[in-house]
């Protein structure tokens, strides 16, 4: 009864060995081939259409969601006239169009609003221009490099993997250019490991990805 406790302790000695040892293998293998962050989302190129002038803002035609082409005229400003005399207008109306074709992401604006010069009306999202920007942690940016492969995972799309490049890392940290800085005074800094953000190409497969859907992603680095 003794010797067979004693083995049954043995048996179990060594299976908890392989586990952890099989657990080992298994995160070295991760972090020795791949950079994985969870940090990650869809990102698209964005157009903000602003006005051109100070007027009002008449037959505007736009939806959120609506998909315009380049040149499509969606509404029109009138202006106040700035020429002088007989016969000079006392308006002038202002053709509002597509810069691009895409689809329209905000619309600011409503008819009958007077806007400024500048004023904000409508943005376009190109969602035929997805790319994937991930958060790569300082420690382990040194292992990225362009050209690299990933697989990224779209929590849009559970059980679904894509393929992607990396094209790009962005020479400054996620804080750099933040509008509260981060440094602090004498005797209270605490230290966070900064991120950079790496651009990728993503393989769709025909699926539809929308900007800050979150990812996850691996780029294989070896």
Known sequence: MKQSRLILINIL????????????VYYWNQNYNYVSTQDASVSAPTI???ALAAGTIENLSLQTGQHVTKGQIVGQEIVAGTATGKGAAATTTINLVAPASGTIATVSTSNGQVVGAGTPLFTEVKLDQVTVVANIPETKIRNVSVGQTATIYVDAHPGVSFTGTVQ???PTTQSFFSLIPTSATAGTYTKVTQRVPVILSINTAGYSLLPGENCEVRITIH
């Open 48 to 50: 903000p259409v602003p």
């Open 13 to 24: 000695i060594l299976v908890a060995v392989i586990i952890v040892g099989g657990l080992g």
């Open 168 to 170: 790009a890392i962005q």
